[in-house]
């Protein structure tokens, strides 16, 4: 048991070397913490900056999740405790059909395991057309109205909660292409109008210009990483060039983008409006 202000707590794992917020339903003696061997491993899902994410069942009930352990002794996951802690505490709070869900988490002396949603398909990198294959608008518009419904859901929350990570490979697809966005890792609040947040964070292709020139941001580098994903699906491409992230940087700041010559004008239109250099200024969410 744990002892914790003069009370013991039975219901959480014996873990000395605490990284993650307590699991609230274990505190209130609503369950006991869940333990690595209450799971069957499957298979590897995949290796993400942080951690592996396992496909994993559970043994008792026989439901299937996404389990991603995170190592609690690499050095960089040390210096990320606090991200990691608000990942955990922003992901309880959301529930949307085109938001990956946290069922749960727990810890032991080596790892801490994140229980999710176990989306059965692929993410959205493998739908970005290679090779001369033409891009599937119609397909293409329906992830996406998916996608801004996510985002707008986020942007409505009290206080604000900003993604600051779109990409394709944070937007996974079910077998029926629903889309699902996932990796909150880089997330954070808005929690006054008035304050910016300063934090440079997220993909390079897809930083914002304010956050290049560390002006302080807030939740319309969402917007800004939607439009830079909308152009690649439709393109293949990024619409920042450079052989190295100076001159991406360069191209980013100065809203230098390479457009396709045969791009479609209504879906270049819409990118433009998208692609502005003041958050102010690009096309709001509104469903």
């Known amino acids: 048991s744990i002892k914790m202000s003069g009370k013991n707590i039975s219901n959480l794992n014996d873990v000395k070397n605490r990284f993650l917020l307590l699991p609230k339903s274990a505190v209130e003696g609503l369950e006991h913490e869940p333990k690595k061997s209450d799971f069957k491993f499957i298979k590897e899902l995949g290796i993400g900056s942080f ?36 990942e ?11 938001i990956v869900r946290l069922y749960g988490h727990f810890e032991d002396e080596k790892y801490c395991y994140l229980i999710m949603q176990y989306i059965p398909n692929k993410d959205l990198f493998e739908l970005i057309p290679t090779n001369g294959r033409k891009p599937n608008i119609k397909l ?13 859901y986020l942007h409505s929350m009290k206080p604000i909660i900003i993604h600051r990570d ?13 889309a699902y966005l996932t990796d909150f890792g ?11 947040r300063t934090t440079v964070c997220g993909t390079p292709l897809y930083l914002p ?3 290049i020139e560390q002006l302080g941001h807030d939740e319309t580098v969402d917007i800004w990483c939607i439009g830079i994903l909308l152009f690649e699906l439709i393109t293949g491409t990024t ?5 190295d992230f100076k001159t991406v940087a360069h191209n980013i700041t100065e809203l ?12 270049k239109d819409l990118v433009s409006k998208i692609l502005k250099l003041k958050g102010k200024d690009r096309l709001p969410i509104d469903l």
């Open 51 to 86: 951690g592996t994410v396992y496909l994993v069942s559970h043994k008792k009930t026989k439901a299937i999740y996404a389990l991603k352990a995170i190592d609690k002794s690499v050095p960089e996951n040390i210096e990320q405790k606090a991200n990691f802690n608000r």
């Open 88 to 98: 955990v505490e922003i992901m309880y709070k959301l529930n949307h059909p085109n």
């Open 140 to 152: 293409i518009t329906s992830i996406m109205k998916g996608l801004i419904s996510a985002v707008y």
């Open 166 to 178: 779109i990409k394709p490979e944070n937007i996974l697809l079910d077998n029926n292409y629903n």
């Open 186 to 196: 880089w997330s954070n609040y808005m929690a006054n109008s008035q304050i910016k």
């Open 209 to 211: 210009p304010e956050m």
């Open 239 to 243: 619409p920042f060039e450079g052989n």
């Open 256 to 267: 230098k983008i390479t457009w396709p010559p045969k791009m479609d004008p209504d879906a």
